[in-house]
């Protein structure tokens, strides 16, 4: 993988005087990290890409991923706080799924399809056991969008980083046909499906973290909301990658008109962005199941309801717009590929004011 190529020393340098180990960087504990890795990164392999890794960087075959006439479409994120939730838990399988899904999630709503995914891990002291334990999940992640782990980058910096804290970053770049791009200008009628979330995903840790602290809970005590796990496993249950069940809806009918990845922001800010001018969207609150989780955390920390779409998802981490004519057939297709759509609301003409109209409330 790009900067994680395996050093071999020509020789022992055997002088006196300071090393870089002294200093808190382990040459050794990196290498021992690349052996570790392989079998997940081997594990994405796909059309374009062979899954190796130990060059200076990735090399991807276009050409053997068969586009005809490609646009290509980059996204990059991290995973915020949670990340602190898997640091002080000690359970650190899944946030490399999280990393993914929150890079090609972006990806999937510009019609793109996942080609590769390049990760940053950086930390204060080298642990390779959890560092391999993170890019385990970062395969994982990548084997459910269907791209290849073509890179990786990892730092060891202390003093930047305490202890054995670490921080990640993650990069994707996938390809759409030039004629299948996403948004198509969605039309006041057009029908709005909101696609279930598996929980929190990966937006709204620091105010997740403040009510959890408040409430005095450890993170191995039961989680209040889901009595059949503890509740760093039940705020660790990793981001749904939408992938490959809306490349598979794509394909099968051409009256989608756009996609919303349902991040931070929630509702109000993630809307508009698919919007064209003089188009907004009316919700139907109380159309749509909110998971137990929203509902505690709501109720713990005493959020108020604009807060909570704002800063979460609230049971929709994905809208699809579809086309009026079109909506019972993307309905229907969505079905057929595993999904549990719920019709959330439609397209408007503006009349100024709130690009997103909100009626009704949320089941909270």
Not at 108 to 132: H, M, R, S, W
Not at 185 to 210: C, I, K, M
Not at 232 to 254: G, S
Not at 343 to 351: L, T, V, Y
Request: proline letters at 5%.
């Amino acid at each position: 993988m790009g900067g994680r190529a395996r050093r071999d020393d020509a020789m022992q340098n055997n002088a006196k005087g300071l090393t870089y180990s002294d200093a808190g960087v382990d040459i050794d504990a990196g290498n021992r990290l690349v052996d570790m890795i392989r079998p997940a990164v081997r594990a994405t392999r796909r059309p374009g890409a062979d899954g190796e890794i130990g060059g200076f960087g990735g090399v991807f075959d276009l050409k053997a991923a068969r586009f005809t006439d490609p646009v290509l479409v980059a996204a990059n994120d991290g995973v915020g706080t949670k990340v602190k939730i898997a640091i002080e838990s000690g359970m650190h399988g899944t946030i490399g799924i999280d990393l993914v899904a929150m890079c090609v999630n972006d990806l999937i709503v510009q019609g793109a399809e996942p080609l590769f995914f390049l990760d940053y891990y950086a930390t204060g002291k080298l642990d390779p056991n959890v560092a391999a334990s993170v890019v385990k999940g970062v395969s994982d992640g990548c084997v459910q969008a269907g791209c290849a782990l073509l890179g990786g980058e990892t730092a060891e910096m202390p003093g930047l980083y305490s202890g054995r804290d670490y921080d990640l970053a993650g990069f994707a770049v996938g390809a759409a046909e030039r004629k299948g791009l996403l948004p198509r200008e969605v039309q006041p009628g057009d029908v709005a499906f909101g696609l279930p979330s598996s929980g929190v995903h990966s937006n709204g840790f620091s105010l997740v973290r403040r009510i959890v602290k408040e409430t005095g809970l450890s993170w191995s005590a039961t989680a209040p909301f889901a009595p059949e796990m503890t509740l760093a496993r039940a705020l660790l249950e990793p981001t749904r990658i939408y992938v490959k069940p809306l490349l598979a809806a794509l394909k099968k009918t051409p009256h989608i008109r756009a996609l919303a990845h349902i991040t931070g922001g929630g509702f109000p800010d993630n809307l508009p962005r698919v919007l064209p001018k003089g188009v907004n969207v009316s919700l139907d609150l109380a159309a749509f199941e909110v998971p137990r989780v929203f509902k505690w955390l709501a109720k713990t920390g005493d959020v108020a309801e604009y807060e909570m779409l704002r800063t979460f998802n609230c049971g929709i981490g994905m809208v699809v717009f579809a086309a009026k004519d079109g909506a019972g057939e993307v309905e229907n297709v969505l079905r057929e590929v595993g999904e549990k759509p719920v019709r959330i609301g439609e397209a408007i003409d503006a009349e100024g004011g709130e690009r997103v109209v909100m009626n009704g409330a949320l089941g909270l």
